[in-house]
């Protein structure tokens, strides 16, 4: 069983930047592969970023593709993603999220922390 909880979110104006965080319990992080996804009002639950257990293989939604970074410290049992030029329309709850594969697919994925808002102001 791991236990997800995320920080980080907040408001920030468009262009601005965020770090969001992602902290595991246990002992067996470094299993799972990991990802970021993010869903906004009245929209499906869309992937924004997933890393591998080494963390060498990382995967992006085209739309945060040059603006996002997802990395992880297994010493610190964190993943982390990283925002930049924040845009509206990144604007969600965004959840971390564990599983065997780093895959795009939400129900590939056996664990889900509660979420973070991010708004982006105009």
């Known amino acids: 069983q791991v236990q997800l909880v995320e920080s980080g979110g907040g408001l920030v104006q468009a262009g601005g930047s965020l770090r969001l965080s992602c902290a595991a319990s246990?002992?067996?992080?470094?299993?799972?592969?990991m990802g970021w996804f993010r869903q906004a009002p009245g929209k499906e639950r869309e992937f924004v970023a997933a890393i591998s257990r080494s963390g060498v293989r990382t995967y992006y939604a085209d739309s945060v593709k040059g603006r996002f970074t997802i990395s992880r410290d297994n010493a610190k049992n964190t993943v982390y993603l990283q925002m930049n030029s924040l845009k509206p329309e990144d604007t969600a709850v965004y959840a971390c999220a564990g599983g065997n594969s780093a895959v795009t697919i939400p129900a590939a994925y056996d664990y889900w922390g509660q979420g973070t808002q991010v708004t982006v102001s105009s």
């Open positions: 246990g002992r067996t992080f470094s299993s799972y592969a």
